[in-house]
């Protein structure tokens, strides 16, 4: 085991980068040139700071780095190893005496090579997931430094409870001029995503044992939130117009819709049954809950307006997101609060312990105030439309006569009707077997009669990773036809 | 109404500032100046987009910007008129045809005074409140830059459901130097804030029906979110030593403790209850959930370390979170999950909408890594330890005579115990009417015998603060004073 003494690493006192970034870069540098061999242990931190006459702290924070990041390997009582681009095997936890299995490592932790990617590994055809590889990160990364200089205490501070009044603004401009919603940004309650705004309204306005209608199908995590909280599902009915309005029995007290873009069916709810819904709200008392969660990507045609638009009753609580349309890791999303309802939104918030963060909410403020936020969705609109039409060729090329589809033209998945002895669970897993996530249509369903189908995403994949991908998919299909050929199913 | 042409603002395509900048701060400099006066009307955007050459979008979200720091004021139909430095005058909400009544507005909305500071008002003496004012603005700001330099990535993506691996490994090193927790970051769960650890162990460790242990008294919060979600509280037996674990009946599911300081009463849980909850936890399967939430704060003797520190069964849910050390406007908390739960935290994570951010993570491993992170915490303990000397000073001279309270020289608020004649709700209440926000001890009780007393927050106020707020805190505890004796009261 060799040890290297790293001299000749130029530490500059006056530099602009930090001592810490200094030292990281170097080591880094000479690991990533071959200059230092796997398995090479680095000098002790102590040493190494002597030598280059820095605190011992910077060499810690720059190993810790080095090791965060893959390139070392601490092994406790031993020393810091150049790794051999294997998974980071982590440090043993030491006195409470448990070890954790390199397996379970490698299973936890990103490879090095994956974390070079950053993003969490998608698989085709995942649905639900925007191309992370689309967004404009420099751009960003220039409006948060503007944010910055221009207002340190925004990347901090929040000087209201509902949110960054400049991203508040701007987030009611957004509705105006594309979903047709008017608000003011007193009315916008800005949140850890949509998640966090569908869990403070079920959490404000409910109580266990309370009912919430929700369209069949749809979201399993919001059916499995409802239950952990002891709530009671009312599945609504459907016809070919989609859900239909609680009619009798005990009324819920939310009913949860998808108006824009049913999902995960996808098609847009008429206007008459809009109607009916904020109707059934005035005769029953009952409020309606619009997530509109990826209205910006139709594909043609004009876009669809929002039910909250077509509501002058102020009955409906309209939840938007940033995490399909922008980005899933900044975690924002909103509300817009009805008027008369702002008083006992706030009153909430109070005893609430809110989860969105501020830092990332002037310089989203910013980036929609500079149209760099349109300028990318509608660039990545338009990759997504373009995969889209890959995808449903290749579906009617390899798949043609097997499945069906409705183009619904919109979204970001297509769903492929499957006959009924074609299973989409057996199907779902047969492709999982060769490396794609296609989650079957029956496990969004909540009540007895389960659709048959499949979803595929196609926002997060190249036009060629699509088709890379779709042999699999016929492979996976024929792989349960012969299986059921053989149990002589009909 | 005097309109101004607004020439002669100076833009330059080719600044390193946007023109959106360019425009905003001309006209905020002209408006703060006095250039111009209060009540005058702003060109209509599409006339100052000639004038300047630039785009409209760049007037519009200029003007947006002045309304939301409450410069302008717009008006519909009318325009936008520099404000006279009155709380912003909401846009009416338009075809939803409600219009939110000024007062509300100002109820709701910061005046510019307050939108200066940025920090929401905290009135003396709110517990539990950093002094936001002594936050190290700058120097964040730039390693906020600097994350997005060296990796603009890391601000939008992080590569773990877990967390950024830098601010992970950086926890660990945190807790095991300043809490005696051995940790690997794979155990580290970076969370929304400890209520989103908190809210993941209930909603993943119970369904609705099972007990929870609670401290009594303790966190209101916690008390209603369990009753929110369908979950019963046990109360816990306290004796001199404080909580006790639960003896008979149907064990609860989890045991929520603070065993560094007891809120709200302050002082460290015994070595010797430890090992009781320890040995109940071994002996009932019941789990411990410990929130260390202010640990640092100590102002003489050693740290008391950490209940998880003793726990070598892996059986002591660890919470932490930067809300009170550091910010709580980042909303960054942490979960030390025992390794043998790893997997099962993962696998709830898939159908659970996480919370946290991903933008201020790699900042606050980077300010954490060199050092930044640990200045602050002594600078801000310096300060909070002169306040609280300051305090307890202040209410020995004022009111000695009247209340008592335990020193235990640790934490962000003393515990003041009221006579059984001076009901705290009443003097709360007073001292309301005067400004304070000095919550009572009663309120944080969830069992039926209810301890009387008052929480005084010290660390967001300036001793000077403090020294002008306590004559209203006497004032109002005389008050109560007198009205008894007119009541008659013994």
Redesign the interface.
Known sequence: MTETPLLGIDIDQDAGR?L??QVYLAVRGRILSGGIPAGTRLPASRKLAEELGV?R??I??AY??L???GFVTSRPGSGVFVSDVQPVE?????????T?RQD??IR???TPK??AV???VVRPFQPGQLD?RL?P??H??RA???A???D??????????FGD??L???IC?YLGDWRGV??????ILVT??S??ALEICF?MMT??GDRIGLEDPGY??IR??IG???LDILWLERDEHGALPPSEGRMPKLVFLTPSSQFPLGGAMPQARRGAFLAWSQRSGGLLLEDDYDSEFRYSGRPVPALA?S??T?RTLYVGSFSKIF?K????GFMVV???M??AV?AFLR??????????QR?LG?FM???DFYRHIRRVRRHYGERRAALIDRVQTHLGGLVGFEDHSAGMHIVLRLPDDLPDMAISQEAARRGLTCPPLSGYCGSEDRLNGLLLGFCSFTIAEIEAAMPNLSAAIDAVVRQRGQAGAP
């Open positions: 930090s810490f970034e605190s702290t910077t810690v924070a810790d780095q090791i965060a990041e982590p440090i043993t936890p030491g006195q409470r005496g448990q954790i379970r490592a936890l932790e990103p994956e974390t950053r993003d969490p992370a967004f990160f420099r960003w990364a948060v430094a503007r910055a200089r221009s340190p205490q925004s990347l901090v501070l929040s000087a209201d409870p009044r400049l508040r603004t701007e401009r008017r608000a003011v940004p007193e009315q850890a995503g998640g966090e959490l109580q266990p399993p995590q499995d939130f952990r909280i002891g638009a509501d002058e102020g980005s890791g900044l975690r924002l009805p008027a008369a702002i008083d706030r005893a609430y312990d809110g989860k969105v963060s501020a830092a990332p310089a910013l105030a500079e149209g």
